[in-house]
Nanobody, 126 residues
Framework: QVQLVESGGDLVQVGGSLRLSCTVS????????MGWFRQATGKEREGVSA????????FYTDSVKGRFTISRDNAKNTLYLQMDSLKPEDTARYYC???????????????????WGQGTQVTVSS
């Protein structure tokens, strides 16, 4: 049974930092690209960041470039998202997802990601 479990979400003030983690079991972590997605209340899900199976390829949505950093530890089956300089518009439920080894051009839509976690809530207060 594949499981993706996110953690690290919290209430934080504007300008603060959080580090999200996603621990994966039930699949060969190193064979999968990974992604972070988020969904704010009343809005559609959006792709935040994605990372290839080796960690060599990384993608970010424009709104988080320079503030968020995605990384992975294949030895620990864990995906991370370091979030700095947080803004109120970053408030959302954040989900990790596992997908095909090579990240496609439409990764931000969730295309190619087959397994999803339950999410962790990030709230940025002004």
């Amino acid at each position: 049974q594949v499981q993706l479990v996110e953690s690290g979400g919290d209430l934080v003030q504007v300008g603060g930092s959080l580090r999200l983690s996603c621990t994966v079991s039930g699949l060969t972590f190193a064979d999968h690209a990974m992604g972070w997605f988020r969904q704010a209340t009343g809005k559609e899900r959006e792709g935040v960041s994605a990372i290839g199976w080796s960690g060599g390829s990384k993608f970010y949505t424009d709104s988080v470039k320079g503030r968020f950093t995605i990384s992975r530890d294949n030895a620990k089956n864990t995906l991370y998202l370091q979030m700095d300089s947080l803004k109120p518009e970053d408030t959302a439920r954040y989900y990790c997802a596992a997908g095909v080894p090579v990240i496609g051009n439409r990764w931000y839509t969730g295309t190619g990601f087959d397994y999803w976690g339950q999410g962790t809530q990030v709230t940025v207060s002004s």
